[in-house]
């Protein structure tokens, strides 16, 4: 299987044509943009169990069409030590195509073809964020010992499930520099050329998290408990946030999202796995968070997506959600200000089906370059 992974955009239309010897197999694959849309940073994913001849000891190069290589990913989605599919860029103007060659290499090794990368990590040394980034955007939550303090009454620390943005304004990795800086007492709040944390989550929904909805009632979870990473850049970084159960009607809702991060997108994808023994759950919020309320609410219930366009500083931010527009029950528009922050949010209500939802968020920084 090969397909592109903008899966809420106009999608690529892929062919491939096939050549392989016993020894060595060859794979010639035609990338074909038949849109009136430039695609910029496209990529491509090819399901390796798919590839006739494949075997799973061993890896391929990639060549485009002048025989120059291309930088590939491998990634193992299920963490069984078994590359499950590879995946590649390529920028095509409107109805160009683009012929590439994957054949075996023994001597493969992953590297980057620039400092264009995404990347997360767990942060230890700032309580113990998690945070993820690509060439656009920047983001993190906030783990147990951030909870743990505001338990013992540290006003340093915080509950919240809420998503915070990094608003960098830089195609290369910030996470590690701003958290060293920082500790060196150069603060991440304040941008000093490649922007800064801006943002503020405190216990709302900040940009695109979630909570579950019972008979009415928004049930917010609290930090996540454990991470685990799957893949990590250079072109896609996938990780694990495991969430405390949350109680409903006395039964424990365990809670599990795996995020997504690509290279060239402003949004992250998340799917959201739900696992209860006893009460049936049906639906679940992805929210944005208002803020003082002076911003814009827009929305499209046919497309499936909230935005919220308002003021940040010296310019101008807008959050937004996304999903798939047949499972969403009803969208919150109101952007009224309650003295509960938690309440201050817009969005969107999803049917969970087979306990999973999946969306996407994100934002954009009228600053940022």
Known sequence: ??????????????????????????????????????????????????????????????TDGEGKPRQLQYVDEDSDDI???????????????????????KNFTEKADSSLTTYCRIVPERMDDFAWENDKVAFRSYGPKCQELFEEGNASGLISSGIDCWTKRVEYPIINKWYKNDKNGKSYHEDHGEGLDNYHVGTTRGCGGTALVYEGKTIL???FVNWKVLANGPIRSIFELEYAPI??????????????????????????FYKSEETRINEMFMGLALHDGKGKVNSSMGEGWV??????????????????????SK?????????????NNVGIHSRILNNTVKYW???GWKKKW
């Open 247 to 272: 109680m409903v009607e006395g039964d424990p809702i365990n809670e599990t999202k795996r995020i997504t991060i690509d290279l060239g997108t402003q949004l992250y994808q998340c799917e959201v």
């Open 307 to 328: 935005s919220y366009w308002e003021p940040m500083g010296d310019s101008y931010l807008g959050t937004a959600v996304l999903t798939n527009p047949d499972n969403i």
């Open 361 to 363: 968020s994100g934002f």
């Open 83 to 105: 590359d499950d599919y590879l995946i590649f860029t390529t920028d095509l103007n409107a109805q160009e195509k683009e012929a590439f060659t994957l054949l075996r290499n």
């Open 1 to 62: 299987m090969i397909r592109s992974t903008r899966n809420l955009s106009l999608l690529l239309l892929l062919f491939i044509a096939i050549s392989c010897s016993e020894k060595e197999p060859s794979y010639e694959i035609l990338v074909l943009n038949d849109t009136d849309i430039p695609r910029t940073r496209e990529i491509v994913e090819v399901w390796l169990k798919t590839l006739p001849g494949h075997k799973e000891v061993g890896k391929y190069t990639l």
């Open 221 to 223: 979870s609290k930090n």
């Open 331 to 343: 969208v919150s528009l109101k952007s009224i200000i309650h003295e509960d922050e938690s309440k």
